[in-house]
Structure formats: C-alpha cells, structure tokens
C-alpha cells in the first residue's frame, strides 16, 4: 500500500505536501503529552477546590499542593484556568526553578467568584523537567458555574487581583 505522496507525487502541493492553519480543522484539539510515568521518586504536583459548582459570590478554596521526595530537580511550574471556552490562562509561570530535596509546599487561597460565564472551569497544575520539556506531572480540577444573571466579570480579571506566590526557596 502505497502512502498519500507516493500515489499523488510531488507535482501537487508543496512538493507533495500541505499545510493546515492553526485552529482549522480541530487540528489542535486532541495534544499528547509525554509523562514520565517511570520515576516515582519525580516532583509531584495536585490542585483542588472545596466543591465543583459555584454561583456568582460564592467563596472558592483552591489548594496546590507540590512535593520532591529525591533529589534536587530543575522543573517549570505552571499553574492556569482553562474557561468554557476552551482557552487557558496562566497565573503562575515560573519556567526554571529548583525544587530542593525534601521539598513540600501547600498553598490556599480563597477567591470571591464574581458573575461570569455559565459552564465548566478547570484549574490546571503543570510541572515540567526544565532541561527537556517533558511533562513529569499533571493535575486538574473541574468546577462548574451556574450563572446568576449576565456575566459581568472575567475569571482572569477577578483571579489577577489575588496575585499567586510561591515561595520555593531557591
């Protein structure tokens, strides 16, 4: 069996190839990320909220928690809210930090929820192997929101204005 070039050769297209814009097609809907599913000695990192459904007022507690049991490990730290939409916003990027032996940190903070857009939200919690980019560990948490009238606020905009920081020590 022969491949799509191979039957159509290079006199179509770009020598036989195509292009396909960004955002057409779903192209981008379905991302794979490599794990390292191996180590379980590697960084750990977990988020959470108090409940999953949320109306306009409502107090939201959302928790991460990250860990290193081995040694020192150099890792980006992400930390984002993905809206109905499907779009994400980070609130922490920290691209290189070292995470020292033995390390444990948890955070909390608690969030007055404006009126925003009904649907299902998702805190996202990332940490990536500096050197490589590879994925080393991957939480989420959905929570849905039951919208008490027209949206009149963002999420980013009423998250901005409790500024996320975290002290890793080095």
């Not at 297209?13 to 192209?27: Q, V």
């Not at 444990?104 to 500096?130: D, F, H, K, N, Q």
Request: aromatic fraction near 10%; hydrophobic fraction near 35%.
């Amino acid at each position: 069996m022969l491949d799509l070039q191979e039957q159509l050769g290079t006199d179509w297209g770009e020598d036989g190839w195509f292009r396909i814009k960004y955002g057409e097609c779903h192209i981008e809907d379905d991302t794979a990320y490599l794990i390292d599913v191996h180590n379980p000695r590697a960084p750990t990192i977990s988020i959470s909220t108090d409940t999953t459904s949320y109306t306009t007022g409502d107090q939201m507690k959302a928790s991460v928690h990250i860990t290193n049991p081995d040694d020192a490990w150099s890792v980006g730290v992400y930390i984002g809210i993905k809206k109905p939409d499907g779009k994400t916003a980070w609130l922490v990027t920290k691209p290189s930090v070292t995470l020292p032996e033995g390390f444990e940190y948890s955070m909390e903070r608690t969030y007055t929820l404006p009126s925003l857009s009904p649907g299902t939200y998702e805190w996202r919690a990332i940490l990536v192997e500096s050197e490589t980019g590879l994925i080393i560990c991957e939480d989420t948490a959905s929570w849905e929101f039951v919208s008490k009238g027209a949206p009149t606020e963002d999420i980013f905009e009423a998250l901005e204005q409790t500024p996320v920081v975290i002290d890793f020590g080095e």
